[in-house]
């Protein structure tokens, strides 16, 4: 099958470690922000994470006139009304260490301690290229806040988003959490796409 390239819109280089291991063995040539010369970022105004990956991944195809592929995800706590959502990367301001954020919902939810700490991680991502809109997927898994933070896999929230089938936080699952996380859930959809695609012969 014949390659193509395809942009991912991160330079967060654990999406990126799991986005490779995802899409492995599909036909296509990975790049990263990383890989281009600087572009500025789009301001994130989208009130969803659809919105936000969508806004993403024309705004690159739009720059590079490249095939993107652009994921928004994050946390969702039920007793902190949806927070952080959207907002997950930057919550407790844009240079706020993860430690940082634990402690913040922490604080959060020991307000509210009647309310389950049910939470979901969402991600949505989109694909497109100069002339608009490809693709576009979600994926979601549920679970629950517990305190302390618990593993040192992963990235991100996952040391204290307990994941009940597991019976461990998603940093303690290893290699499991491929098979169940938001991010593969979308990610997998992607594969199934690209390679419906090269198939096709669409490149």
């Known amino acids: 099958m014949n390659r193509f390239p395809l942009l991912v819109a991160t330079t967060n280089q ?16 990975l790049l990263t922000l990383a890989d281009l010369p600087r572009l500025e970022p789009p301001d994130e ?9 969508q806004l993403k991944a024309r705004y690159y195809a739009a720059q590079t006139g490249m095939t993107v592929v652009a994921e928004d995800s994050g946390l969702e706590i039920d007793a902190m009304d949806g927070a952080p959502g959207v907002h997950s990367a930057r919550f407790g ?12 919902i922490d ?24 002339n608009g809109d490809i693709f576009d ?10 305190m302390p933070p618990r593993g040192d896999g ?3 929230y996952d040391p204290i988003f307990f994941y009940p089938p597991f019976g461990c936080t998603l940093a303690e699952a290893g290699a499991r959490k491929s098979e169940v996380s938001h991010r593969a859930q979308a990610f997998n959809a992607l594969r199934a796409f690209l390679l419906e695609r090269q198939a096709r012969g669409i490149g």
Do not use: H, M, W
Not at 14 to 29: A, F, M, T, W, Y
């Open 154 to 156: 992963g990235f991100g």
């Open 45 to 53: 105004t989208g009130a969803t994470f659809a919105e936000n990956a």
């Open 93 to 104: 301001g844009e240079s706020s260490s993860y430690p940082e954020k634990f402690r913040l």
């Open 14 to 29: 654990g999406k990126v470690r799991e986005i490779r291991e995802l899409l492995s063995g599909v036909p296509v040539d």
């Open 107 to 130: 604080e959060a939810l020991a307000r509210v301690p009647d309310r389950p700490r049910t939470a979901r991680f969402v991600c949505a991502l989109a694909v497109a290229d100069a």
């Open 137 to 146: 997927a979600q994926g979601t898994v549920d679970g629950q806040i517990e």
